[in-house]
């Protein structure tokens, strides 16, 4: 359900809209593992105006917030964990095509940037960390074209770095594949992808 109160427009500076999840079941096809989600997402207008506004050269960005405080999230073994989101997302116009930048703007202690955070399935925290802003270029045909998100457990930390070549060195937009870098350290022993995407 998506609600925002009445006599405002999305494209008015602070305008507000509500997201509201009510029972939604995602079920995996592969192996019919599902989860069920309720709560709701806050998304934010900060500046105002609107796509369209930017499209004309009005302005020269857009930035919008997303929060959410009471995600549940249910796992099919009847597991049941809280997430928070906290995202912005800012829209600009480079080489006449839209670019969409995102990064995470909560901070816990020393650790800032994070974009979610909760409980896992096995009731393990975790901590989802863009250490470098998530790009996605109009340019590159809406691909994600670089940045990187560090996920933090007990024990365990996950880095993914997005925009590489096959080689695992940042590129511009390829005529094939992207390649992300997956770096997996823990437990004393650290193990490292690329992979294409």
């Given amino acids: 359900m998506v609600t925002w ?6 494209r008015d500076k602070g305008a507000v809209v509500t997201v509201t999840f009510q029972n939604l079941k995602i079920t995996r096809i592969r192996d019919g593992k599902s989860i069920t989600l309720n709560g709701t997402h806050t998304y934010t207008n900060v500046n105002g105006g ?23 999230i249910t796992f099919d073994n009847g597991a049941k964990r809280t997430w928070h989101v906290a995202r912005q997302r800012v829209y600009t116009v480079v080489n006449q095509g839209l670019l969409i930048t995102q990064t995470g703007t909560h901070a816990d202690g020393n650790t800032t940037g994070i ?3 909760g409980d896992n399935r096995w009731g393990n925290s975790f901590e989802n960390v863009i250490t470098t802003p998530l790009t996605v270029d109009q340019n590159c045909n809406w691909r994600l074209t670089g940045g990187a998100i560090e996920t933090i457990r007990p ?22 594949f992207y390649y992300f870098k997956l770096v997996w350290e823990g437990a004393s022993k650290t193990y490292t992808f690329i992979l294409p995407y």
Avoid: Q, R, Y
């Fill in 50 to 72: 609107s796509l369209f506004d930017l499209a004309l050269g009005k302005i020269s960005s857009v930035t919008h917030t997303i929060t959410s405080d009471d995600m549940s």
């Fill in 5 to 10: 109160p009445a006599g405002h427009e999305w």
């Fill in 155 to 176: 024990e365990v930390t996950t880095t993914l770095t997005f925009g590489l070549d096959s080689s695992g060195n940042p590129t511009s937009c390829p005529d094939g």
């Fill in 115 to 117: 974009s979610e955070w």
